[in-house]
């Protein structure tokens, strides 16, 4: 089964400080991998999206990027963090294709200062 | 554009109410309908639905999906404070990969 790991588990950064959220896969090969943001008391917000190395589809123009250096690594970057990055950052793995849409890492709560 | 449209936001009941949630949606080609509960941090997943009217049951929860009407509820019987959470659907397409969020149905489940 798949497994997806993320950290840091909570971060606090000031504004103008760069950024950089690792998720890594466990359990599959070639998944399909997504960075959603989630703003207090909100639903889900798909940022990115990836569904092989080097391959990242944006969904939100914004302050943030993404990178698929490898098969199973999936980073979300911002060179200058803004107050509204500020929420709740959620990796995924899996699609609409598979029996349990997706597997969720634990979460990164981000607060921009 | 395709959307998931939850319903009510939020909830309030004692312990031992019924909740009914709702979740409507407008998705083309559509693929399947989940349902995840999610309390503090990453949602956990509930149910898949393809099918009208098979109901999913688990426990207390149960799910049932109408394609013709394009709507799912989730129900909870006997609730307990251990099921407040946000409560999630997502609709899947066969056009792609991705699944569309609704907003999200807090429930607060008080002695």
């Known amino acids: 089964s798949q497994t997806i790991h993320q950290w840091p588990a909570t971060l606090v950064q000031p504004v103008g400080s760069p950024l950089s959220l690792e998720c890594t896969v466990e359990g599959t090969s070639n998944p399909n991998l997504y960075w959603y943001r989630q703003a207090a008391g909100r639903g889900l917000q798909l940022l990115f999206y990836s569904v092989g190395i080097g391959q990242i589809s944006s969904e939100v123009p914004q302050n943030l990027s993404a990178s698929r250096p490898q098969d199973r690594q999936f980073i979300l970057s911002s060179k200058k963090l803004l107050l509204s990055d500020s929420g709740f950052y959620l990796c995924?793995?899996?699609?609409?294709?598979?029996?349990?849409?997706?597997?969720f890492g634990s979460g990164t709560r981000l607060t921009v200062v | 554009e395709d959307k998931v449209v939850q319903s009510p936001l939020s909830l309030v009941v004692h312990e031992g109410d019924t909740v009914t949630l709702n979740c409507s949606y407008e998705?083309?080609?559509?693929?399947?309908l989940l349902w995840y509960k999610q309390e503090k941090k990453a949602p956990t997943f509930l149910f898949m639905l393809t099918s009208s009217g098979i109901e999913k049951k688990s426990g207390r929860l149960s799910s049932i999906l109408d394609k013709k009407e394009l709507f799912s509820i989730l129900n909870i019987t006997a609730t307990q404070t251990g099921d407040s959470a946000v409560y999630l659907c997502?609709?899947?397409?066969?056009?792609?990969?991705?699944?569309?969020f609704g907003t999200g149905t807090r429930l607060q489940v008080f002695p």
């Open positions: 998705v083309t080609n559509f693929r399947s």
């Open positions: 997502a609709v899947g397409s066969y056009n792609t990969d991705k699944l569309i």
């Open positions: 995924a793995g899996g699609g609409s294709t598979t029996n349990y849409g997706y597997t």
